[in-house]
């Protein structure tokens, strides 16, 4: 059998496996990626809503606090599993079987199962870029870059609800009684964990404006 190189970036020619489009050490660290998707699913709901982190953690007379959504982790969450569940229906189409429940944990293990074919199929390259895309940015909304609380605040997003001009901030709205929601310019309110089922309608909105 004709060898030929791995296709990703490695900055110099490394051999693909056997029977694999990818080499050994990319079909390792999918695995290894694959498996660790889940815990950091669930960790990074834990920063939906957070304080970004003080440059200097002792000074504290001064300190204004930013209480923001961070969208970065909503996103993410959002980008896992529509990303995961593409390649799950891309295998099961192909091997003829059933795709997996749609929950992360469910989804990347039952990529792990079919990892031998994916990593074998002429987008293998792509599979192995988006998984460790995920990673990374799952990553990065759990230990943000500390600059990031430096940084001018996103801009404000379209409102999901159909035709409606109004705009959404970041900014959390504090409500009598602890409830805590987030709303539009035009009114449109949610509370915060309604609002993380909505973040598949602002991703398809953001894709269709491309």
């Known amino acids: 059998m004709e060898s030929h190189p791995c296709p990703r970036n490695h900055g110099r020619a490394v051999p693909a496996a056997a029977g694999s489009v990818l080499c050994a050490p990319c079909i390792g660290q999918l695995e290894r990626t694959l498996r660790a998707l889940p815990e950091l699913h669930r960790e990074c709901l834990h920063h939906i ?3 970004p982190r003080r440059r200097n953690p002792t000074k504290v007379s001064g300190t204004r606090r930013r209480d923001r959504l961070n969208l970065a982790a909503i996103d993410a969450r959002n980008n896992i599993v529509a990303i995961l569940e593409s390649w799950s229906h891309f295998a099961a189409e192909r091997l003829g079987t059933t795709t997996a429940v749609r929950s992360v944990p469910h989804l ?9 074919w994916l990593t074998a199929q002429p987008p293998a390259a792509e599979f192995a870029d988006e998984i460790e895309d995920l990673r990374v940015e799952l990553l990065n909304a759990i230990d943000p870059d500390p600059d990031s609380a430096d940084r001018p605040a996103p801009p404000a997003r379209d409102c999901v609800v159909d035709g409606c001009p ?24 949610w509370g915060i964990r309604e609002w993380l089922t909505l973040g598949h309608l602002m991703d398809q909105r953001r894709r269709a404006a491309v």
């Open 108 to 116: 990347a293990r039952f990529l792990g199962r079919h990892l031998d």
């Open 49 to 51: 809503q957070s304080e």
């Open 166 to 189: 109004g705009t959404i901030d970041a900014s959390p709205q504090h409500h009598t009684g602890g409830r805590t929601s987030i709303g539009c310019s035009s009114g449109h309110s």
